[in-house]
């Protein structure tokens, strides 16, 4: 909450066995706002079970602008208990529903579904931050909130290459932001040397970055 600039809005979902928001749809990041805001979190305790589809459900269900990108950070010290319990079906109704939105998940202390976590944070196109048992909760999302302060490229893909890629990791480009490299695996059918395109959406424009790509059919290296 101390990152929000007048600019942002945001949402709170608390979760246990049932789900309730903080307020209905987004709320405008002023200081009254922010002040209620933080009273809801320090009110908050330790009951019940863990609803995590249906935690999602809530934060998925109001959709983004198009204007700008809805970051989602899902924080849970626990197992899915109520509701939904297989990890595969809760990331493939997120996946279904990403949109313009992105996943960005918190496991805290020892009892976390890592397969669970790092699943949303590749459909939701985000990562996955693991916080130990007595370590600075506030620190992790500090970390990631500083490096999300800077986004460089969005909705990225390959547009043309010399030849065609199969079996691509990641799938789905991620973003990237500033400082941040990106690394693409992928083995290619065909041969030869040429472009290779990179389209992505910077400040809402589309832009497009040509790389020269050199494929050979088999390499020492």
């Known amino acids: 909450l101390g990152t929000l600039t007048a600019r942002d809005r945001f949402r709170l979902i608390a979760f246990s066995s049932g789900v309730r928001p903080f307020r209905d749809g ?42 700008r990108m809805s970051l989602i950070f899902f924080m849970t010290d626990g197992l899915p208990s109520v509701g939904e319990n297989a990890p595969d079906k809760i990331a493939a109704s997120a996946a279904g529903r990403i949109g313009r939105h992105r996943i960005f998940t918190f ?41 999300l302060s800077r986004p460089a490229l969005s909705d990225l893909r390959i547009v043309s290459a010399p030849v065609r890629f199969l079996d691509q990791a990641p799938a789905a480009l991620p973003d990237l932001f500033f400082g941040e490299e990106l690394v693409v695996l992928a083995r290619y059918r065909g041969t030869g040397d040429g472009p290779v395109v990179i389209e992505g959406t910077r400040e809402g424009r589309r832009e497009r970055f040509t790389l020269t790509g050199h494929f050979d059919r088999q390499s020492s290296a």
Not at 29 to 46: I, M, S
Not at 127 to 139: E, L, Q, S
């Open 107 to 147: 496991g805290v202390g020892h009892d976390v579904n890592t397969y669970l976590l790092d699943r949303l944070a590749v459909e939701g196109r985000g990562t996955a931050t693991y916080v130990a048992p007595g370590a600075d909760v506030g620190d992790a999302v500090g970390g990631v909130m500083s490096k």
């Open 26 to 67: 987004y709320t405008t990041a002023t200081p009254a706002n922010l002040r209620e805001a933080r009273e809801f979190v320090d009110g908050l305790t330790a009951t019940g079970g863990t609803n995590l589809q249906g935690a999602l459900d809530a934060a998925l269900a109001e959709r983004a602008d198009a204007e």
